[in-house]
Nanobody
Framework: VQLVESGGGLVEAGGSLKLSCTAS????????IGWFRQAPGKEREGVSC???????????LFADSVKGRFSVSADFAKNTVFLHLDNLRSDDTGVYYC???????????????????WGQGTQVTVSS
């Protein structure tokens, strides 16, 4: 299983980015997809998660710190999910990872220990 994130970069506060996570060797419709981030000197934290299939999203969840600013979408035909980051702030800076929890039953969650596969991450830097 390989997860590849892309779309990170340097953006000014208030700006937007769209992160992508493309999977190979795993059908993203079979599990939950989580987005996590890790700032320098801090623990990795859950940002968002989702599960879905075809054109439907069955569940999604956002950390309080990103509610109303981040959203998720998916193109399951391309085995790719997206994290849309809007109204970015300096404290959103960090390495963003996507992860998959295989065969998740019920709503997705933000606990990193339940996720089975991880990408290498993409850097997001927000300048103030």
């Amino acid at each position: 299983v390989q997860l590849v994130e892309s779309g990170g970069g340097l953006v000014e506060a208030g700006g937007s980015l769209k992160l992508s996570c493309t999977a190979s060797g795993y059908d993203l419709e079979d599990g939950a997809i989580g987005w996590f981030r890790q700032a320098p000197g801090k623990e990795r934290e859950g940002v968002s998660c989702m599960s879905g299939a075809d054109t439907r999203i069955f569940s999604q969840l956002f950390a309080d710190s990103v509610k109303g600013r981040f959203s998720v979408s998916a193109d399951f035909a391309k085995n790719t999910v997206f994290l849309h980051l809007d109204n970015l702030r300096s404290d959103d800076t960090g390495v963003y990872y996507c992860a998959v929890e295989d065969r998740r039953i019920g709503n997705c969650g933000l606990g990193r220990k339940t996720y089975d596969y991880w990408g290498q991450g993409t850097q997001v830097t927000v300048s103030s």
